[in-house]
């Protein structure tokens, strides 16, 4: 479960978040909307403790975030896949060594990254791709590779932020429906984005921020900000 507790959240005296009060529980697929500078890439930073709030709790879990330190910090992180706009490949990398990365990282055993790597890129339809670099991928691609990263650590969560934003129309469907089957598979979703036809396309919940604050949070939500 995720919860936040009345969290404010301010930068340089400018409050990014005010008290921001909501829960999201286990398999959830829930889009946080609002548009640029409403709070949602903060959410994601108190998430995953690159932030901290200055008023209320954020809690994961088991762990309270707000009071985890920089030790700590990664295990959190081993439960939390997140998936951004840009991609953050790794340029000297394919996209097996790619994938791969966060388990080294974690520290796994090499029978173990290589048993897991191929199952990864099979449910993201990029095992034919294991060898290519980033450079020669589409944007599509690319962001498929986020997605398997993301996912190799098998997460019990997957924070989108703006995933389609660099992408086309068809690409930007296909990742949401690969979003969707990880959802089925049991992955809770939390898809930051202020696309209008792609929130009310999914009829799931949709929290709605602006000027840092929930205006609105319904079970099948649409985007209604003009």
Known sequence: ???????????????????????????????????SGAGKSTIIKLLIGEERPNKG?????????????????????RHIGVVFQDFRLLPM????ENTAFALEVAGRQQIEIEELVPEILDMVGLRDKAKNFPHELSGGEKQRVAIARAMINRPE????????????????????????KINELGTTIVLATHAKDIVNHIGKRVITLENGRVIRDEEKGKYLLV
Do not use: C
């Open 57 to 77: 709790r954020v809690i994961f879990g088991s762990y309270e975030v707000n009071r985890l330190n920089h030790k700590e910090l990664p295990y959190l992180r």
């Open 1 to 35: 479960m995720i919860a936040f507790q009345n969290v404010t959240k301010a930068y340089n005296g400018t409050a990014a978040l005010e008290d921001v009060t909501f829960k999201i529980m286990p398999q959830e697929f829930v889009s946080v909307v609002g548009r």
């Open 157 to 180: 969560v997957i924070v989108a932020d703006e995933p389609t934003g660099n992408l086309d129309p068809i690409n930007t469907w296909e990742i949401i429906k690969l979003l969707h």
């Open 93 to 96: 990398k394919n996209v097996y």
